[in-house]
C-alpha cells in the first residue's frame, strides 16, 4: 500500500510537536481571520504570508502552518455568515441562505455546530479524495509537454473567467491586466528588461505577494472607508451550545453527497469553492424538493453548502499541487505561498520532494481534527472576537499588510505598488471585474509564456503543434466550453440573492 | 452604462499603450522563433478586443459613492503614500500612530476612539512584531533616545 507508507511518512512529519503546535496556531489564527467580517481566506492567507517568510520558517513548517490557516479560515467563515448575515467570502454566501434564519429561530448553536461538523465531513472527505487522486493525476502530468501547459493554463484562465464572474469580457480583461503585469521585469529567454519604463524598481517584476496583499486587504481597506462600516452590525445573539445529535444524524447522506459535489466542483480549475457550495446547495434544494424548506432555515441547508464548500477547497489543492494550476482564489494565494518558499508545485513535486506533499497532506487531516475539537466548546469565544469594531479591526489590517510587505524588501516602492494595487482593486470591484484572475495572470503569467516559447522552440515555430496531441486538444475544447457555455446557462442558474431582514 | 465604457475605454487605451511599447522591448541574439514581444502583443489583443466588446455591450452601473465619499477615499490614499514614504525615515511607531488613527476615524467619525485605536495598534503592533515575532523594525528615528 502506496498510500498508507506515504501518509506514515507524512504524519512523521507533521506529528512533532513542533509542527502539531504550528497547526493549532494556524487552526486559531484562521478561525478568527474566517470569522472576522471582512477578512476572508484569501485575505487572511495573503497578509499572513508575507510574515511567515520574513519568520524564516522552513518550507514544511511554513505551509503547515498557512494551510491550517487556510482551513480555519473556511471554518470561521460560517460563525459571521450564520450569525451575522454577512459572508466573509463568496463562497460562505450560500451558508447564510439558511444559517440565519436558522439563527434568528433561536438555533444558532445548533447551526454553528451543525455547520462545523459539515465543514469537517466536507474537508475530511476532500482530504481522503486528494490522497487518491492527486497521486494518479500527478503520474497523468507526466505527459505534460509545454504544448499541454499553454492549453491547461488557458483553460484555468477561461473556466475561472467564465464560472465565478457574471461578465466575460471583464474576466478577459482581469486575466490580461494581471498577464500583462506579469511581463513587467528582465525577461527569462534573453535576459532583456521589458516594459519597466525605465524604472530600475521593476527590473525584477512586480512581486506577486504585493499584488495580493493590494488587491485584496488594501482594497478591503476601502470599501470599509465608504460604507463606514456600518454593515458590521450586530446580528442573532448565541445562547446555550449544545451538539445537536438528532440533525447531525439527519444530514448525513446532505453531508456525503454535498462532499461530492463540491470536491468535483473543486477539481476543475479555475471553478473552486464558491461553485462547490452553490452546486452542493442546489443540487440538494432540488432533491429535497419544495417540501423541503430550504430558504427557511432548515440543517439541510447549512449543512449541504458548508460540506460542498470545504470538499471544494480540499479538491481544488488537487490541481494546484498536481499541475501548479489553482482551482481558486485562496488556492492561488496558497500557489503564492509555494512560489515563495521555492517550491514548483507539478508532477516532479510528488517524486521529488514527497515529505512536502504528503507532510501537507498529513497536516491538513491534523487541522481538521485539530478545528472540529476546537470549534465546538470554543465557538463562544470566537464569538466574543467577532465584536472586534470595524474601526480598530481595518486600520490594524492596513498596518500588518505594510509591514509584511515592507519586511519583504525593505523599499518604499513596494509600499506604494500595493496602495497602488488597493486603488485598482477597489475600482475594479466595484466595477464587477473579478480580481482572482488578475492574480492568476500574475502568478502563472510567466508559466505561461514560457510553455508558449518552448513549444514555438519545439516544433520550430509552427503554431498547428499546441493542438498536436489528445491531451492538447481536449484541454483547448474545455477551455472554450468552460468560457463559452457559462454564456447560455447564466439565464438557468441564477444564483440565489442573499436573505434581507 | 457610463461606468462600463469609460472603464473600457481606459483598458483599451491601456492595452494600445501597452502593444505600442511592447514592440520596442529589444530582442537579444539569442532569440527563439516567439521571442519576447509576441506574448505581451497577444495579451495586449485581447485586452484591447475584449475592451471593445464592453464598450458596446455594457454593464448596469454600479451605485457610486456620494462625492465626499470619494473625497476620504482620496485622503485614505494620499495618507497612505505619506506612510509608505515615511515608514523607513521616521520608525515605525509614529507614522503607524498617525495613519491608523486617520484611518479608523474616517471609517467611525469619533475623534476620541479613533487615537486611542492609532496608539493602541501602533504600540501593540510594534511589541507583536518586534518581541514576539522578531522582524527588525526601528521605533523611532534614529537619534532619539539611542
Known amino acids: 500500500m502506496d498510500i498508507l507508507a506515504n501518509l506514515a511518512l507524512g504524519f512523521s512529519i507533521a506529528l512533532s510537536p513542533y509542527t502539531l503546535m504550528l497547526a493549532v496556531v494556524g487552526c486559531f489564527l484562521g478561525t478568527i481571520i474566517g470569522a472576522l467580517p471582512g477578512l476572508g481566506p484569501s485575505n487572511g492567507v495573503a497578509i499572513l504570508i508575507p510574515l511567515t517568510f520574513t519568520l524564516g520558517l522552513?518550507?514544511?513548517?511554513?505551509?503547515?502552518?498557512?494551510?491550517s490557516v487556510y482551513y480555519g479560515a473556511m471554518y470561521g467563515g460560517r460563525i459571521s455568515s450564520i450569525l451575522l448575515n454577512i459572508p466573509g467570502d463568496e463562497p460562505a454566501l450560500m451558508t447564510t441562505l439558511d444559517g440565519y434564519p436558522m439563527a434568528k429561530a433561536g438555533r444558532a448553536g445548533d447551526a454553528l455546530v451543525l455547520s462545523g461538523v459539515a465543514s469537517f465531513v466536507g474537508a475530511f472527505l476532500a482530504t481522503v479524495g486528494l490522497m487518491l487522486l492527486a497521486p494518479m493525476l500527478a503520474r497523468v502530468a507526466f505527459l505534460f509537454g509545454p504544448a499541454e501547459y499553454f492549453?491547461?493554463?488557458?483553460?484555468?484562465?477561461?473556466?475561472?473567467?467564465?464560472m465565478a464572474s457574471n461578465n466575460q469580457a471583464k474576466a478577459a480583461i482581469a486575466s490580461c491586466i494581471g498577464l500583462g503585469i506579469a511581463m513587467v521585469g528582465v525577461d527569462n529567454n534573453s535576459g532583456m528588461p521589458r516594459l519597466t519604463g525605465g524604472n530600475l524598481h521593476l527590473m525584477d517584476g512586480v512581486d506577486f505577494l504585493v499584488a495580493i496583499v493590494g488587491l485584496f486587504a488594501i482594497a478591503e481597506v476601502f470599501f470599509f472607508i465608504e460604507s463606514h462600516g456600518k454593515e458590521t452590525s450586530i446580528g442573532v445573539k448565541l445562547e446555550k451550545v449544545t451538539i445537536p445529535w438528532k440533525d447531525i444524524m439527519a444530514t448525513k447522506w446532505t453531508m456525503l453527497r454535498a462532499s461530492g459535489v463540491g470536491f468535483v466542483a473543486g477539481i476543475l480549475p479555475g471553478a473552486g469553492a464558491s461553485l462547490g457550495s452553490f452546486l452542493a446547495y442546489m443540487s440538494e434544494k432540488s432533491i429535497a424538493g419544495p417540501k423541503g424548506g430550504f430558504g427557511t432555515g432548515v440543517p439541510k441547508g447549512v449543512a449541504a453548502p458548508e460540506a460542498g464548500n470545504n470538499s471544494a477547497a480540499g479538491g481544488a489543492l488537487v490541481p494546484m499541487l498536481t499541475l501548479g494550476v489553482p482551482g481558486s482564489?485562496?488556492?492561488?494565494?496558497?500557489?503564492?505561498?509555494?512560489?515563495?518558499?521555492n517550491i514548483t508545485p507539478g508532477p516532479t513535486l510528488f517524486t521529488d520532494r514527497p515529505e512536502v506533499v504528503w507532510g501537507l497532506i498529513a497536516s491538513l487531516l491534523i487541522a481538521n481534527i485539530v478545528l472540529l475539537l476546537m470549534n465546538v466548546p470554543m465557538v463562544k469565544i470566537f464569538v466574543k472576537i467577532l465584536s472586534v469594531p470595524a474601526w480598530?479591526?481595518?486600520?490594524?489590517v492596513t498596518m500588518i499588510s505594510f509591514v509584511g510587505i515592507y519586511s519583504l524588501s525593505g523599499s518604499y516602492f513596494d509600499l506604494l505598488l500595493m496602495v497602488g494595487f488597493g486603488v485598482l482593486g477597489y475600482?475594479?470591484?466595484?466595477?464587477?471585474?473579478?480580481?482572482v484572475p488578475v492574480i492568476l495572470g500574475i502568478l502563472l503569467g510567466g508559466h505561461m509564456e514560457d510553455a508558449l516559447r518552448r513549444a514555438m522552440v519545439l516544433s520550430d515555430g509552427d503554431a498547428t503543434f499546441l493542438f498536436s496531441t489528445p491531451i492538447a486538444i481536449g484541454l483547448w475544447i474545455a477551455a472554450i466550453a468552460g468560457f463559452v457555455a457559462p454564456m447560455f446557462l447564466r439565464k438557468f442558474l441564477k444564483k440565489p440573492q442573499a436573505v434581507t431582514d | 452604462m457610463a461606468s462600463d465604457r469609460i472603464f473600457g475605454l481606459v483598458v483599451l487605451m491601456g492595452a494600445l499603450a501597452y502593444m505600442a511599447s511592447a514592440t520596442q522591448i529589444q530582442?537579444?541574439?539569442l532569440a527563439d522563433p516567439v521571442g519576447p514581444k509576441a506574448f505581451p502583443m497577444l495579451v495586449?489583443?485581447?485586452?484591447?478586443?475584449?475592451?471593445?466588446?464592453?464598450?458596446?455591450?455594457?454593464?448596469?452601473?454600479?451605485?457610486?459613492?456620494?462625492?465626499?465619499?470619494?473625497?476620504?477615499?482620496?485622503?485614505a490614499v494620499i495618507v497612505l503614500i505619506c506612510y509608505a514614504y515615511a515608514l523607513k525615515p521616521l520608525g515605525f511607531i509614529i507614522p503607524t500612530a498617525i495613519t491608523a488613527a486617520i484611518l479608523s476615524y474616517q471609517i467611525s467619525p469619533?475623534?476620541?476612539?479613533?487615537?486611542?485605536?492609532?496608539?493602541?495598534?501602533?504600540?501593540?503592533?510594534?511589541?507583536?512584531?518586534?518581541?514576539?515575532?522578531?522582524?527588525?523594525?526601528?521605533?523611532?528615528?534614529?537619534?532619539?533616545?539611542?
Do not use: E, Q
Not at chain 2, 45 to 64: C, E, H, R, T
Open chain 1, 151 to 162: 492549453a491547461l493554463y488557458l483553460l484555468a484562465f477561461c473556466t475561472l473567467g467564465g
Open chain 1, 58 to 67: 522552513d518550507a514544511t513548517s511554513a505551509l503547515v502552518l498557512m494551510t
Open chain 2, 110 to 146: 469619533r475623534p476620541v476612539p479613533a487615537i486611542a485605536a492609532g496608539a493602541g495598534l501602533s504600540v501593540g503592533l510594534f511589541v507583536l512584531f518586534k518581541f514576539a515575532l522578531g522582524l527588525g523594525l526601528i521605533a523611532f528615528p534614529h537619534g532619539w533616545g539611542g
Open chain 1, 392 to 396: 480598530v479591526l481595518l486600520p490594524g
Open chain 2, 44 to 75: 495586449g489583443a485581447v485586452a484591447a478586443i475584449s475592451a471593445l466588446v464592453l464598450i458596446f455591450k455594457p454593464d448596469p452601473d454600479p451605485n457610486w459613492p456620494v462625492l465626499r465619499t470619494f473625497g476620504s477615499l482620496g485622503i
Open chain 1, 329 to 341: 482564489g485562496t488556492t492561488a494565494v496558497l500557489l503564492a505561498l509555494l512560489m515563495t518558499l
Open chain 1, 427 to 435: 475600482f475594479l470591484r466595484k466595477l464587477d471585474v473579478p480580481t
Open chain 2, 27 to 29: 530582442t537579444s541574439f
